[in-house]
């Protein structure tokens, strides 16, 4: 049971270029989430899904897509990556349901954009 | 527009004795509140959390209060070691169906030996 993985854990990117990072859980977990972490501004919510085929805006989507064509799977799409997108990424998911409200979070992506 | 505050940005505290974070919240339809834990180069991990119709939850040397008349919550931590040292954040939720997480800025505890 590997939990929540990332995948790249580091990666640079000239602005302009593209990249795609991959979540996967396998706690058979419902709603997954994407945020990212920013010195003095600590976790912001990106986008996020409550089940296969579904997403919807966080706080800070502008310059961001997401796709959750499986279950186990939250990707995150930059298509033009910009310097202000520097940041640390983190990917969660949870069960869905009240009382089941606790976040697992996978261990971050570092992405600098030059 | 902060919805979830965590005023102080740092916090040093000796071996043994009690470390008190804070966190204050503005929107009153928030009902469930949770601390993580973050260590240098992890993702968060849960640590406590409370639900609305508490003002008390503990956990071994965990405590989170919970004073929804000002808005505020605290952690307490009994007896401070080393390995708390790390990044605590909060983060509030509600019930309203949006199944969204709103994050506090982050308190560096550090525990001194």
């Known amino acids: 049971n590997a939990g929540v993985t990332q995948t790249p854990k580091f990666r640079v990117l000239k602005t302009g270029q593209s990249m795609t990072l991959l979540c996967a859980q396998d706690m058979n977990h419902e709603y997954m989430y994407w945020y990212r972490q920013d010195p003095g501004m600590g976790l912001r919510l990106i986008h996020y899904?409550?089940?296969?085929?579904?997403?919807a805006k966080g706080e800070v989507p502008d310059g961001y897509n997401v796709s959750r064509l499986k279950k186990q799977n939250f990707l995150l799409g930059l298509e033009s990556a910009a310097p202000s997108q520097t940041s640390v990424y983190f990917c969660?998911?949870?069960?869905?349901?009240?009382?089941?409200?606790?976040?697992?979070f996978g261990p971050g992506t570092r992405l600098t954009v030059l | 527009d902060q919805q979830v505050k965590q005023n102080s940005p740092s916090l040093s505290v000796q071996e043994g004795r009690i470390s008190i974070l804070n966190c204050d919240y503005t929107?009153?339809?928030?009902?469930?509140f949770l601390w993580y834990k973050k260590y240098p180069a992890e993702g968060p991990t849960f640590l406590i959390s409370i639900s609305s119709i508490k003002d008390k939850n503990e956990d071994g040397r965990f405590t989170v209060f919970l004073n929804k008349s000002a808005k505020h919550l605290s952690l307490h931590i009994v007896p401070s070691q080393p390995g708390d040292s790390a990044v605590y954040f909060c983060a509030a939720s509600d019930s309203s169906g949006t199944y969204k997480y709103i994050f506090g800025t982050g308190t560096r505890l550090k525990v001194l030996a």
């Open positions: 969660a998911s949870r069960l869905a349901g009240v009382g089941s409200d606790t976040q697992y």
């Open positions: 929107n009153s339809m928030f009902d469930y």
């Open positions: 899904s409550v089940g296969e085929g579904t997403t």
